[in-house]
């Protein structure tokens, strides 16, 4: 039977009417599931296991309409043709041909006729497609390893955020203020580390308190918390005196301030050991929200009270950058050798000063000592990668230290960073970003985090090819004073679209409203963004505004001007003049590497090749640690400029894996990289930490 036969037989008996029925089915199930499953309360994997049901039953579906339907018409069809089976034992009568028995390539299953053959066929087929669909979904959803090119958030099935709001002092005593915020503090540590659920601290409402715009401020934090943190539970908490004791009580209400959940018994203890109060009502907290889950705390036992006093008054008082903040954290770790968040906090000042070296010794010394809970290794891991240069490893590990926290500005902000400077995922960036959707409200005046959240997302969007976004976004700050992450976006956007003008503008506003040092530096970066674009006219208009506002100046150039006359030099491709500049700058300063790169750079182009090869191989004896592929990426430039793209790529390959960031100025944005940036060579080191 041919092909076009079967499927007009398939027509004549109704096969595909009886399909219809079932896909259609199928559909309208689909349907009405995906809009009741939310009301009804069911977890959203619920619409996967209606997906695999349905696939899985289609095959089988198939084999039913053949069972029931069209296999007694086959059977009749048969005995009047005269194709009965005959059984081993049926007698013919003398000359006449015996008829053959059927192969059974089925158990119980004979086939009667051609039809019945590529039925069959048909139904292996389908059953082989439905097999491979069933493992795609069961592998994506439920076996898939974690990918860094989707950021996975904790599990909202259901409302598992838990308020801790800031703990009333009702002593009268302004001393014991410290108690509320230790309490706080220390019930946190144990929700988080317990896994209960996921925690927004007093500091959080404050955060969002401040941020958004003034006319969509909520009258009151119990707004902030139901219209826009909406937790599943809220815990408030007093103390007070009683007889001189120190006593501590706290209720957990629901999400919407409207029923009182559990009104826990007051704990009572002196008043010069506050946190024997505050651990023993944690443990009652635990075990009411836990129910019996079992979980480590943040620390292993409870820090001295002076130590924790000093961290907590330091984090109110004094920036995370101030020696002041350092000076606590030590004191604090003096008192108590034990006591895991001053450490951290004291790792993380080193770390952002740039003192890498210090940083790393202080993570040796914290990997050696015993860890007591998950969230503590974690972090551990994480700062063991991020100072080794494993940005895939360091990424991963925030993923899950994010969790912990998601509602926090500063966590949201750090994973877009990571998605997009560490591991090159700008695709990752958007999810990040709309957790926090309604941020696009807030006033930038009050929140540097949230401007550089927006300078994150703005970046990626471009990335993406779609400058129009952050141009939509940022349209407004471009001529107001400040703003220069944001400023610094729409420039790159509107480069992309090719609107000069509105370039003009935002520059002309820096010129006005900003110091002279700030205006070129732009000035600088804006040529560099036109001459990647393609636009040398407009590159050489900044170029030249750059280099006669420095040649007037009557003083003379300090070290970071020179800079900035010799690059402006080097990219209008003046090398000669660059060169008697940076010849000058490394008799200033020797070790620069960025400054030797140019130079080797510039030799090459007059025509001094063998000093300029000679220079950029004198690299290799500055090489040392925590300089996350520096070196590499200078000879990657030198190698792309002098047109050998293998030694390029190797340096760059080195580069990333040594750490290397794809800042806004590296590898694709790079302009002596742009020859190279659509090669298959090229993109496997933009992938590299996919």
Not at 410 to 426: E, G, K, Y
Not at 561 to 582: C, I, S, V
Request: glycine share 4%; aromatic share 12%.
């Amino acid at each position: 039977m041919g092909f076009k036969e079967f499927i007009k037989e398939c027509h004549e008996k109704e096969v595909f009417k009886n399909l219809s029925i079932y896909i259609v089915s199928s559909w309208v199930l689909i349907q009405v599931f995906s809009t009741i499953w939310e009301p009804f309360g069911l977890p959203k994997i619920s619409m996967t296991y209606l997906l695999l049901v349905l696939i899985a039953g289609f095959p089988f579906y198939i084999y039913l309409i053949w069972r029931y339907r069209l296999k007694p018409m086959e059977s009749k069809l048969s005995q009047r043709e005269g194709l009965k089976v005959s059984s081993g034992t049926n007698k013919t009568e003398p000359g006449t041909k015996k008829p053959k028995k059927r192969k059974i390539h089925l158990p119980g299953v004979h086939f009667y006729s051609p039809f019945q053959k590529l039925y069959f066929t048909m139904l292996f087929g389908v059953t082989i497609m439905a097999v491979f669909a069933t493992s795609l979904i069961v592998n994506a959803n439920f076996l898939e390893k974690s990918n860094s090119s989707d950021f996975v958030f904790a599990a909202e099935d259901q409302n598992n955020k838990i308020a801790v709001l800031t703990f009333e002092n009702n002593t009268a005593d302004e001393k014991l203020d410290v108690v509320g915020k230790m309490a706080v503090d220390w019930i946190i540590h144990g929700i988080t580390q317990n896994d209960v659920g996921q925690v927004i601290s007093p500091k959080i409402v404050e955060e969002y308190s401040t941020v958004l715009k003034a006319s969509l401020i909520p009258s009151s934090d119990d707004e902030i918390l139901t219209d826009y943190l909406k937790p599943g539970k809220i815990l408030k908490g007093t103390y007070y005196l009683n007889d001189g004791k120190l006593l501590v009580q706290c209720s957990l209400l629901d999400g919407n301030l409207n029923r009182t959940l559990i009104s826990f018994d007051p704990v009572e203890c002196d008043t010069d050991s506050p946190l024997t109060c505050i651990e023993e009502l944690k443990q009652r907290i635990l075990g009411y929200l836990s129910k019996g889950k079992p979980g480590t705390d943040y620390e292993e036992t409870p820090p001295k009270y002076e130590a924790f006093k000093l961290v907590i008054e330091a984090l109110d008082n004094y920036e995370s950058s101030d020696p002041e903040f350092l000076n606590a954290m030590n004191a604090a770790i003096a008192i108590d050798s034990n006591y895991f968040e001053p450490k951290l906090h004291r790792l993380t000042y080193f770390y952002n000063q740039e003192k890498f070296a210090i940083a790393d010794s202080l993570v040796t010394i914290w990997s050696r000592e015993p860890k007591t809970g998950e969230r503590q290794v974690n972090l551990v891991r994480m700062w063991e990668a991020l100072l080794n240069g494993d940005n895939q490893k360091a990424f991963n590990y925030f993923r899950k230290e994010y969790n912990y926290q998601p509602d926090d500005i500063n966590n949201n902000m750090s994973a877009m960073v990571l998605a997009l400077q560490f591991v090159n995922r700008p695709e990752a960036v958007d999810s990040i970003y709309r957790q926090q959707l309604f941020m696009e409200r807030v006033d930038l005046n009050n929140c540097l985090e949230c401007e550089y959240r927006y300078y994150i997302k703005g970046l990626a969007d471009i990335e993406l090819g779609n400058p129009q976004k952050p141009i939509e976004m940022f349209k407004d700050y471009g001529s107001a004073k400040g703003f220069e992450w944001v400023k610094e976006v729409l420039i790159n956007a509107y480069v992309e679209m090719g609107n000069e003008d509105a370039v003009a503008e935002i520059m002309n506003a820096y010129r006005l409203t900003s110091d002279k040092t700030l205006w070129r530096k732009k000035t600088q970066s804006t040529a560099k963004e036109f001459l990647r674009a393609g636009d040398k006219d407009n590159a050489d208009k900044y170029f030249n505004e750059l280099l006669n506002s420095l040649e007037d100046q009557s003083t003379a150039l300090a070290r970071e001007e020179k800079e900035l006359m010799a690059y402006a030099y080097f990219y209008k491709t003046d090398y000669g003049k660059a060169e008697e500049l940076l010849r000058s700058l490394l008799q200033e300063k020797p070790e620069s590497i960025d400054n030797k790169n140019y130079l080797a750079m510039s030799l090459f182009k007059i025509g001094k090749e063998k000093e300029a090869s000679s220079l950029i191989k004198s690299l290799d004896a500055q090489r040392e640690s925590y300089q996350y592929g520096a070196i590499d990426y200078a000879k990657a430039r030198y190698y792309a400029i002098s047109g050998d793209e293998d030694q390029m790529l190797q340096h760059l390959i080195r580069a990333v894996s040594a750490g290397k960031r794809f800042t806004s100025y590296a590898f694709q944005h790079d302009i002596l990289m742009k020859p190279y940036v659509q090669s298959v060579s090229f993109q496997e080191v933009m992938n590299f930490w996919h």
